[in-house]
């Protein structure tokens, strides 16, 4: 399971860098960058990929790996890493969301704000802080290239994200609560 969370989060991570950095070479010279790309039938394979493992409850991709992977564990923390590498790869700054994030695949990314572990839950709310906020891996610290406002889709997955009384975590499937992760999200998201 750590190994396949690592190829993902390695994957993910190559794939904004490359458009980043193609990015910023643009903004800065009119020279072609030296970036390779990668293909957009790639890119879309691993969309596809990350949504068919949150689909099939962290089920891995390969049958070899199927077998070790399990636990439920390691079926919740392939759910998290490709919850979460799904929201990464929907920063605005790189421009994947509109063609390779469909609207099946946007109602999935909600189930897992709404996962039945609680683990999963709290990553996804804290990337999904943000996400919104332009803070972390969406903010001018991790780039040079300044945070953008992001989709509006992903401010309406807040909805899933209800402040009940603790009596009532029901409302939402035991989604953590956005109030506790910090109420300053809904103010710099709106």
């Known amino acids: 399971c750590r190994r396949l969370c690592a190829a993902v989060d390695f994957l993910v991570s190559y794939v904004r860098s490359t458009i980043m950095a193609n990015q910023l070479s643009k903004a800065t010279s009119s020279e072609t960058p030296d970036v390779a790309l990668p293909e957009p039938s790639q890119v879309s394979h691993l969309f596809q990929l990350l949504t068919q493992i949150i689909i099939e409850q962290g089920s891995p991709p390969s049958s070899r790996d199927r077998k070790l992977c399990k ?11 490709a919850g979460v ?9 790189l421009g994947l969301e509109k063609p390779y994030l469909s609207l099946s695949m946007w109602h999935t990314l909600g189930e ?6 609680r683990v999963v839950r709290e990553a996804m709310m ?13 903010g001018r610290d991790q780039s040079k290239l300044p945070p953008k ?3 509006l ?18 409302v939402n499937g035991s989604s953590a609560n956005v109030g506790q ?9 709106f």
């Open 71 to 81: 636990s439920r564990q390691d079926r919740a923390a392939l759910r998290q890493c």
């Open 85 to 93: 590498s799904l929201l990464r790869l929907c920063d605005s700054r």
């Open 112 to 117: 897992v704000v709404l996962d039945e572990e």
């Open 126 to 138: 804290m990337e999904l802080a943000d996400f919104l906020k332009g803070a972390g891996i969406y």
């Open 149 to 151: 406002a992001p989709p």
């Open 153 to 170: 889709r992903f401010v309406a997955l807040l909805a899933l994200c209800s402040d009940g009384d603790r009596d009532y975590d029901a």
């Open 181 to 189: 992760a910090g109420s300053h999200i809904r103010a710099s998201a």
